[in-house]
């Protein structure tokens, strides 16, 4: 059953293979060959879809990838989803479930329709001005609470998928002598004269089908022979040549600097049945040392009333549905040009049996070969015609003309066919950064000089005759060629008959003075009509760039392709300048849409980041223990047993690592080794601390700035040999640290013989922390005297741990007698086990980063990263000890120097305790002076870290304030945003809850904790700690009480200058990724 | 993406492999203790941030690990030459008109 508007015959379709499909749950036939949109139109269908705004009836403006109208959603069976394709794009395949878009219940009843009734009240600027108020709650209250979910829903194109993509996406990179974009005449021709000579050549057309219009050419004949056949004969060349790769459905989407071209190519159905597993698309980043572009024209609309009705459409595509599909627009047409190519069109539906009513000319004259040719073959043109409207709702039902000596009337019709002149396609041109010039005869912006090495050819830089384009085409593809170093030997440029050269063109709103205020679409895919710019203009817009952010032309998917020029030359009218004076607005990448499939490629699910795991990660996953993500490792961050929630196994591992001994993989730590006789005066200059007096075998911490004098980091460093340290960093800070290193090494600091090396992952790193651990790992060490006077606290051995070589430092980061174990990763996993079989009798508990972090915050370390932010200097965070006073030189040194760094009212670090102690505060809460502040009042700190603290049995938290140290013991308030409490917005408690109604703010009061109530504890040191007191003063007070709470026994003081191992986690648990973690692991 | 010749490697590598890292020779004083602090701001905060070529450090990260420098058209992104750390600024004059490509 041929469907009513096929043509008997011709058309590159193919008969003999139907192709069943639904548009909106009716059943269609299409062909093979055909496209969504050809085949919808052979059906007699034109209205597809509704408009972005008001709603309106729609159908097809085109036939190419311009189309700003026909987005369907397309279901190609279960999980295969697109939203918005263009129907004048998508390849008819066998079983394509099709559905409009943005109607609701139906494309023929859409209740959305009374937008376009209501549309005085859309015009131009409508969002900015309609969405004001009322500002009942704050700001923008109305518009966040209101307006903005409304207008979400009834505006905007297809729904997205729901489900996963169940496709694959390639990505490759490669590189040619010459790229041709584009395979229309001119390109065929580049491409042929720069491969004559042997250059490598890629040519790329967006379509299934190369040829461009050579598709639809029925009547030229090159080198003597037909379009087609010729067409057909020099693929077939080019084919088959060596050199030339055809790269067909393949759109240059982007031109980046140095002759980078972004290509996607979607992969053929026939591909894609041969082979199961290749993908959806590829994605080719081409680098070409010369590149041609030949992308053609694209139709101008013309704009005049109700343009937009379902079978209003552009001559040319008109042409091509015929010509190329054997599909027909209509049975009997009017066309409305300004253009000479319009009458081709029109020779071609009347040669096809279609019934050309009226050719309406808009210019006065109208005698060009193709007009002649036309008046020849008997069809009736109305020179100096006026077009008044389309009549018509849901499919066009004629246009309402009028000229000198012809009354205005209305034209029956079922398809009204316009056209406005062609624009050169100069976006890959002007995204490559060449300029676009104006030409003022033909009214064409076209490319000027290149930046980069390309050179435009065809009607893409306004050659339009296909003689005349051919010959371009192949001079341009010549002078790429030996351009690009290759022998370019000269050829004929092809010879063409019977196509005559085309000539005309309009600009603007072509509406009669009478009708300017009806709706005559610019911009069909934002609804933009001309009166929406003239109405910009008038309200002041001067540019073309703040038109176009105002009525929003030119900023759908399209891109305003056919729309820019009517919008461009429409808003100079009403300013009463030229064109260029208006500006053009910028062309950017991607030329049509790319799926988000293409750029993701291989990178989801799994493979969306790398996932750095330790040896030891198995055997917490064996335990059952939860993961959190830090940089791109997993770190187990607590061990629940039986129906444990988190916080209750924080607290058993915090209190179980106190009382015996904890196990803690600490394998993530950034490592790097510094070796050189240059070593130690080095780290004197990277880090804060004296490093030259560090005897072999100790460990001392160490303080890293930027040079503005901000903490960056921090870790131990252990000495292990006069010109040997073994640097720990924070887990996330690795790179960082090491690429800081590098820099002042290579770049400042020349002359100072140090290698670095990372060894992040050449350690497995064991933390045995607590009263036990001594003698849980002492059975197992070899060659190292464990004792407190050969080991002391902040001091590393080598060894070996059950049989493994090891470095062993006695550090802690927990306040407890402390060990950290670093082997070599490949027996790291059996070192763990042997010691969690040989520590169930002393009660070992393996602990994660969670209670890793409440037992530092029970000890007042700081996490830099979480406790820091980037502004914090030693000083402020209470560190001025770990600045070596002697040094002349330190990196950030200088910078301490700065007034501003020393002003008074820097936050500083303190310890909060809540007044009601079951209350922990929110990481990050904003804290103020007074409980009675006002909204918008400056915050005088934040809380950096809060946890209830198993030791203290009560909430504590650290912080940042103003002043804090000399606040001790004072009260600040913060409003009441309390871990498992509802959490206010950003506008603050007191502004949700006014308080005429009496009810008043909660808050939470807590006071800054006076360090000296540490002093008196300096006893209860545990084993190896430092004086207390001393320590306590180098740390801030913070919830200093731990200390007094935990069971300790006493120990004398040591030598050592601090007492832990400092910072190890780098940021919050769930804060978000910085890049600077993803390229973790030097 | 740009194509970037690493001097050290002596070889054209992919954007990818390098990291980017700031303006180039801004030295940091042999003694900043004898820097007033208008000077050190000048050498923390302030950068030429020009419209044209821009001497610029880069580190090859992934590839030899060494920082060099490199004038780049920060219009054009065309990059006019690539040379060592330590290394002076060419001239810029001669190369414009020289012209790489
Ligand atoms: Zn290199």
Redesign the interface.
Known sequence: MTARFRTASGGRVDRARPIRFTFDGKSYEGLAGDTLASALIANGVHFVNRSYKYHRPRGFLSAGAEEPNALVGVAEGPGRFAPNLRATQTPLIEGLAVTSQNRWPSLAFDVGAVNDLMSPFYGAGFYYKTFMGPNLFGKNWAWKTIYEPIVRRAAGLGQPPTNADPDAYAQYYDHCDVLVIGAGPSGLAAARAAAAGGAEVILCDEQAEMGGSLLAETRATIDGAPAAEWLARTLADLAALPNVRLMPRTQAFGYYAQNFVGLAETVSQDERARNADAPRERLWQLRAREVVIAAGAIERALVFPDNDRPGVMLAEAARVYLNRYGAKVGERVVLVTAHDSAYRAALDLKGAGVEVAMIADLRAKADGALPQAARAAGLRVLAGATIHAAAGKRRVAGARLSAPGFAEQTVACDALLMCGGWTPSVHLHSQSRGKVVWEEARGLFLPGDSVQRERSAGACRGVFGLAQAMADGARAGADAASRAGRPSPTMEAPAVADAPEAFGGALGDQSPPAARKAKAFVDYQNDVCAKDIRLAVQEGMRSIEHVKRYTTTGMATDQGKIANMNALAIAADKLGRSVPEVGLTTFRQPYTPVTFGLFAGASRGDLFDPVRKTPIHDWAASQGAAFEDVGLWKRAWYFPQGREDMHAAVRRECRQTRASVGMFDASTLGKIEVVGPDAARFLERLYTNPWAKLEVGRCRYGLMLNEQGFIMDDGVIARIAADRFHVTTTTGGAPRVLNHMEDYLQTEFPDLKVWLTSTTEQWAVIAVQGPKSRELIAPFVEGIDLSREATPHMSVREGRVCGAPARLMRVSFTGELGFEINVPPDVARSVWETLWAAGAALGVVAYGTEAMHVMRAEKGYIIVGQDTDGTVTPDDAGMGWAIGKAKADFVGKRSLARADLSAPGRKQFVGLLTENPRVVPMEGAQIVARADYAVGEHAIGHVTSAYDSPALDRSIALAVVENGRARMGETVFIAAVVAGQRRDSRHGLRSRVPRQEGRAPRWLALSLRRRAAARSRGARCPPGRASRSQSRRRRRASSCAATRRSPRRPAPPSASPFPAHPARRPRARGAPRSGSDRTNGY | ???IPCPWCEAERPELEF?Y?GEAHVA??A???S?D?AQ??QF?FFRTNPRGLHAE?W?H?AGC???FNCLRDT????IVATYK??EPRPDAGALATGGA?
């Open positions: 993406m740009l194509l990291r890292g940091r004083a003694d900043p203790a820097v602090d050190w701001a923390l450090r580190r990260v690990g060494r920082f219009v054009s992104d065309r750390a330590g490509s």
